[in-house]
């Protein structure tokens, strides 16, 4: 989608501090973080919401926690604890229209969110 924001980092349009990638997943810090800890964790396929997953993308949002797990653990932060979140469409508050993983780290956070 070349209108998308995500995308235009996956195809390296657009500029942002990549911490892991491969074949199918990049993930990169938050431009606006809200934890010491913030990275997002996408695939490189478009996909706008959660709504939009199928069977056939089972085993990748598998990865995306998988690679969130290994962020945290190089961070040091696996045993202090994480919060990883995807928020779909409006009342969850998501902007960007391209499956995301937020993982947050390195502060305590509350429960439930606001
Ligand atoms: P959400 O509200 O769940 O859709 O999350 C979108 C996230 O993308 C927000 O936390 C934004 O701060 C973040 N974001 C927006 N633009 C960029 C960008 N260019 N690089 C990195 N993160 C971004
Ligand atoms: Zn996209």
């Known amino acids: 989608m070349s209108d998308c924001l995500f995308c235009g980092i996956v195809a390296g ?59 945290a653990r190089e961070a040091g932060f696996d045993e202090s604890g994480y919060r990883v979140v995807m928020n779909c469409n409006a009342d969850a508050g998501q902007s960007v229209y391209h499956i995301h993983l937020h993982l947050l780290a390195g502060r305590h956070m509350t429960w439930p969110p606001g």
């Open 13 to 71: 349009r657009i500029p942002a501090k990549i911490v892991y990638q491969d074949d199918q997943v990049v993930a990169f810090h938050d431009i606006n973080p809200q934890a010491p800890l913030h990275v997002l964790i996408i695939p490189r396929e478009h996909i706008a919401t959660i709504n939009d997953l199928g069977a056939e993308h089972e085993a990748l949002v598998g990865r995306l926690y998988l690679v969130a797990q290994r962020i």
